[in-house]
């Protein structure tokens, strides 16, 4: 029962380099979020997707793109990673009917240099 | 807008000496509100569901509590293990399902 799979764990990226972060969740949940995670700032909520073929945007979208094609996958790309982008990126998933009853992946922590 | 305070940033506690941890919150029709347990290197961990003012949850040496303004998550005879950082959110009805989430609380219990 894996749940919520995020890949990779850590992460160093060069200014301007781009790289897509994984997260695969194994309960059949339509709601999937993407958050970071700053000292003293809290979780902050960058975009979600309530079901396959459907995205939004959070409440910090800039630089970041996300899709899903599929119920399992939600994958998040960088397209030019900034220095202010140094965070550590949690993926979530849930029921629509209970989103606030989230399933946590393990995080990445990325550095960007 | 949404906004979630939660108060201390940090709490230091020896082992069985009771206390709570505040959430006060600014929201247009709470849908929900949630607190979660998060440890050193890890995701956030889900442990109870506020609906309405008056509702208490129970788990173990924790019980979460909510009025219209604020929850309160007491933590009665903690233990060491109890040491996290425990957040809270709250979800708007009409807000697409998002989760607003306060900065957290870190506790640390010591034996």
């Known amino acids: 029962n894996a749940g919520v799979t995020q890949t990779p764990k850590f992460q160093v990226l060069k200014t301007g380099q781009s790289m897509t972060l994984q997260c695969a969740q194994d309960?059949?949940?339509?709601?999937m979020s993407w958050y970071r995670q700053d000292p003293g700032m809290g979780l902050r909520l960058i975009h979600y997707s309530v079901g396959a073929g459907i995205t939004d945007q959070g409440e910090v979208p800039n630089g970041y793109n996300v899709s899903r094609s599929t119920t399992e996958d939600f994958p998040l790309r960088l397209l030019s990673a900034a220095p202010s982008q140094t965070s550590v990126y949690f993926c979530?998933?849930?029921?629509?009917?209970?989103?606030?009853?989230?399933?946590f992946g393990q995080g990445t922590r990325l550095t960007v240099v | 807008e949404d906004q979630v305070t939660q108060s201390p940033e940090a709490l230091r506690l020896q082992e069985g000496e009771s206390s709570s941890l505040n959430c006060s919150y600014t929201?247009?029709?709470?849908?929900?509100l949630f607190w979660y347990r998060q440890d050193p290197g890890k995701g956030p961990e889900f442990l109870f569901t506020?609906?309405?003012a008056g509702e208490e949850k129970e788990k173990e040496r924790l019980k979460a509590t909510l009025t219209k303004k604020e929850s309160f998550l007491h933590i009665t005879a903690p233990k060491p293990e109890d040491s996290a950082t425990y957040l809270c959110?709250?979800?708007?009805?009409?807000?697409?399902?998002?989760?607003?989430f306060g900065k957290g609380i870190t506790l640390s219990v010591r034996p």
């Open positions: 309960m059949n949940h339509e709601y």
């Open positions: 979530a998933s849930s029921y629509f009917a209970a989103v606030g009853e989230a399933f």
């Open positions: 959110a709250v979800q708007a009805y009409g807000a697409n399902s998002k989760l607003t």
């Open positions: 506020l609906y309405s």
């Open positions: 929201v247009s029709g709470l849908r929900g």
